[in-house]
């Protein structure tokens, strides 16, 4: 219940804070992409992870403001470094199921894109499977509104939801994001090895742009890049860091 309380003050009080983590595209070392992870600074216990806060956020109905929070801080950040000069690149945001299934979901992201005057193909929404594969007629169509405004849109943990292929065929969706568990124990796993190699091969199938997560030894990152995986994520290229570290990561790096 302390928790609970704390949580629900915590968004006026300004006690969240958006840590940015790049992804990498692999032949280039080129920043495809910023991916946005939310962080909760509590005056007592120090930084909370969001895996502990956002099944409660959702319960409450705290995933609501602080979801359009995040997706304008996102939005803005974006532009922000777009402005001072750097190399465009999409930022990426997480979509809880119950941001997403509202109604008015579409239009809190273009008010997001407009209040930051960000050009929408710089915006990748993040959906997991679970999103997409529920309620199937209205997600599609809330997709291809997305899609028509010109966001992008990504499947996050392909391959560890409860779902069919199927959407892949009818969802207009731009790329996949392997699950970090199948690249875990690469390469010394047949099986996911297997299964890396299957999913690459199905994106390039379908045209979808692929990226790997948690990608954490030089030795994975060499398997995926000779496997023609288009992008990387993980700690081998970066943690997820505060703006400010973010910004000069891209100096550094580029
Ligand atoms: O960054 P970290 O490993 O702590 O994230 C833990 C989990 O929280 C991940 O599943 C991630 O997708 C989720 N998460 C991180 N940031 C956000 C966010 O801004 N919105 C939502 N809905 N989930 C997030
Ligand atoms: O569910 P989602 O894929 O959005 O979650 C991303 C989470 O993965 C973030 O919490 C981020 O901190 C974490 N993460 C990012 N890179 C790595 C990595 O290389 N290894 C591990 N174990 N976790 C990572
Ligand atoms: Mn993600
Ligand atoms: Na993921």
Partial sequence: LRLEVNLRRALERGEFTIYYQPRIGLTGGTIAAMEALVRWQHPESGLVSPAEFIPLAEEI????????WILETACR????????GMDPFRISVNISAVQFHRDEFVKVVQRALQEASLEPQWLELELTESIVMNNAAKTIMKLRELKEAGVHISIDDFGTGFSSLSYLKYFP???LKIDRSFLQDVPD?????AIIKTIIALARRLHLNVVAEGV???EQFLFLAARKCSEGQGYFFSRPMPASEAEQWIRDSS
Avoid: A, F, M, Y
């Avoid at 950040?77 to 001072?84: E, G, H, S, T």
């Fill in 61 to 68: 109905g705290l995933i609501v403001p602080l979801g359009e």
């Fill in 77 to 84: 950040q974006n532009k922000r470094w777009q402005d001072d």
């Fill in 173 to 175: 969706i731009d790329t």
């Fill in 189 to 193: 796993s047949p099986k996911d090895i």
């Fill in 216 to 218: 954490e030894s030089r």
